[in-house]
C-alpha cells in the first residue's frame, strides 16, 4: 500500500489525479500541469513534496561520515548552508542525488539529508553500516514521517513568505537553511527548489503541515508541473536520468561535475578519478526536436543514417518554450551542440538537435 503525505486528504478534496512516485500516493495535477506550470515561472506555486526523505546525521563524527559518503565536500559547509551531492558506490555509480544541509549552530553540527522518494530507508541502512564498519561515533535517524515538506516555488515566493514568517528572507542567499516561524508553526526554512526559480523549502512538524499548506493561497502544483519545470532546467530525475540498476550512471556522466570533489576522500571517488583523467564515454546531453513531435523516456536516438546512438532518459513539450526538449545519453562524440541525430518517435525519427542544458535561462 503506498504511503500517503499528511495533505493527502487535502489534495483529494480540491480534485487532485493521483498516481504512484516512489511508493507514495501522490498528486499528479491539480488543474492542468500548463497552468501550474506557468503559475510557477510567472508566480508563485505551492508543491507537498512531503514523500523527499529526510535523514539526520549527528555525533562527533557526522562530518566524516557525511563526508565519505556523499561526493561534495561537506567540511566546507557553514552551519545554515546547503549544497547539491551524490551519493555514489564503489565504482563511481549514483545511488541517489540529494541536498545536503548542515542545520544551524543550534542543533550542534547535525546534517540534513534528503534523499529521493522511496530512498530513506536505503539511505538510512547504507550511512549506519559504513558508520559502523569504519567505528564512527553517529547516529542516523531517519525523519521521514516526523517532517511535512512544502515547496513555494517562483518569483513572487519570497513576498509571500515574509508576510508568514518571522525570517528576514531577503537576507538569504541561495542554499541556506535556518530556523524560524511560518504561519505560526516552527519551521526549518531553506532557498532550495528544484524548479530553476526562487522559493523556499519548508520543513514543519507532519501534524502541522495542513496549517502551513493552507497559509498560501497560491497555485496548488503537483508531480506534473514539477517534472516539466525540472527538465527544463536539466535537472536530474532518479530513477529516469539515472538508476543503479536500470539507467547505471556516474555524476560525471550524468552532466553534475561540479558536486564532484576528488580533493576529498568519498566512496567511489578512485573510479571517478579514473573516469575524470580518461574522459566518460557516454554524457547526458539535451535534445530539441526539429521536426514535429514529443520525446519520451525510452524512446531512441540514432544518426541521421539510422545508427543507434543512446535513448531519451526524460522528454516533453516545454511549456515554457512551446517546444519538444529531452534528455538523452549519447557517445561522447555527438554531444557538442548542435550535432544533428534522430529521435524515433513512434517509430519515426525525427531530426533532432544536440544542446547543454539548461533548455530555459534562470
Known amino acids: ?27 499528479v495535477e491539480f ?16 508543491f507537498d513534496v512531503s514523500h523527499m526523505g529526510e535523514v539526520v546525521i549527528s555525533g562527533a563524527d557526522a562530518e566524516r561520515l557525511t563526508q565519505r559518503l556523499t561526493t561534495n565536500d561537506a567540511t566546507a559547509l557553514d552551519p545554515g548552508e546547503a549544497h547539491y551531492a551524490a551519493a555514489t558506490r564503489e565504482d563511481g555509480v549514483m ?29 538510512v541502512d547504507r550511512w549506519e553500516e559504513y558508520a559502523d564498519e569504519q567505528g564512527f561515533d553517529v547516529s542516523v535517524d531517519n525523519r521521514t514521517a516526523e517532517y511535512g515538506l512544502i515547496a513555494l516555488q517562483g518569483p513572487d515566493a519570497p513576498d509571500l513568505l515574509a508576510d508568514e514568517t518571522d525570517l528576514d528572507v531577503d537576507d538569504m542567499g541561495r542554499f541556506e537553511v535556518t530556523e524560524g516561524t511560518v504561519a505560526g508553526v516552527d519551521a ?29 493561497d497560491v497555485q496548488r502544483c503537483g508531480l506534473g508541473a514539477r517534472d516539466t519545470l525540472r527538465l527544463e532546467m536539466g535537472f536530474l530525475l532518479s530513477g529516469q536520468d539515472f538508476d543503479p ?25 578512485d573510479a571517478l578519478e579514473q573516469q575524470y583523467e580518461e574522459g566518460p564515454d557516454e ?8 521536426d514535429r513531435g514529443v520525446p519520451r523516456e525510452g524512446y531512441e536516438v540514432t544518426t541521421p543514417d539510422g545508427e543507434h546512438l543512446g535513448h531519451v532518459t526524460s522528454g516533453t ?10 534528455l538523452a545519453y549519447l557517445p561522447s ?10 529521435v524515433v518517435v513512434r517509430g519515426e525519427p525525427k531530426k533532432a538537435r544536440t544542446s547543454v542544458p539548461p533548455f530555459l535561462n534562470r
Do not use: Q
Open 1 to 27: 500500500m503506498s504511503r500517503e503525505t499528511p495533505l493527502h486528504a487535502a489534495h483529494d478534496a480540491a480534485g487532485a489525479t493521483f498516481t504512484d512516485f516512489g511508493g507514495w500516493d501522490m498528486p
Open 31 to 46: 488543474d492542468s500541469i500548463r497552468t501550474e506550470h506557468a503559475a510557477v515561472r510567472e508566480a508563485c506555486g505551492r
Open 95 to 123: 545511488l541517489d542525488d540529494t541536498v545536503v544541509y548542515r542545520l544551524p549552530e543550534a542543533t550542534d553540527g547535525e546534517f540534513l539529508l534528503v534523499p529521493n522518494a522511496g530512498h530513506d530507508e536505503e539511505a
Open 188 to 216: 526549518l526554512v531553506a532557498t532550495t527548489g528544484y524548479t530553476g526559480e526562487a522559493g523556499f523549502e519548508l520543513f514543519v512538524p507532519w501534524n502541522e503541515t495542513g496549517a502551513v499548506w493552507d497559509a498560501f
Open 245 to 269: 540498476e536500470d539507467e547505471p550512471r556516474t555524476p560525471y556522466e550524468a552532466g553534475i561535475d561540479f558536486v564532484v570533489k576528488l580533493d576529498t576522500e568519498f566512496v567511489g571517488r
Open 283 to 290: 554524457e547526458l546531453v539535451g535534445l530539441e526536436l526539429i
Open 317 to 326: 513539450m516545454s511549456p515554457t518554450l512551446g517546444d519538444p526538449i529531452a
Open 333 to 342: 562524440e555527438y554531444t557538442s551542440p548542435d550535432e544533428i541525430v534522430r
